[in-house]
């Protein structure tokens, strides 16, 4: 797990108040309890720790933890690109 990875889950813990030691790659949203409502509230709290932005048309893709990861991985190595 990479120190992004770990910031990750780190915020959506925080964020959703779900122990991070429950967050595995595998593990679906819904499983963790985390609904549309926390699902959105954990992409904004990504968004403004890490400074990306995710685009809304792939939030309603995001099922795992891993697509999670995988989104805001793609969302912070193209912000550098991204700025003028």
Same mark, same amino acid.
Request: net charge negative; hydrophobic share 35%.
């Given at each position: 797990m990479? =120190?992004?990875? =770990? *910031? $990750? $889950? #780190? +915020?959506?813990? *925080? +964020?959703?108040?779900?122990?991070?030691? #429950?967050f595995t790659p595998d593990r679906k949203l819904a499983h963790l309890g985390i609904g549309s409502l926390e699902q959105i509230e954990c992409v904004l709290s990504l968004e403004d720790e890490l400074e990306i932005e995710l685009h809304e048309r792939d939030l309603h893709r995001l099922q795992t933890v891993q697509d999670v990861i995988d989104a805001v991985r793609q969302a912070y190595d193209g912000r550098g690109s991204a700025r003028t």
């Open positions: 990479t =120190s992004l990875d =770990s *910031r $990750i $889950i #780190e +915020t959506m813990s *925080r +964020t959703a108040m779900i122990p991070k030691d #429950e």
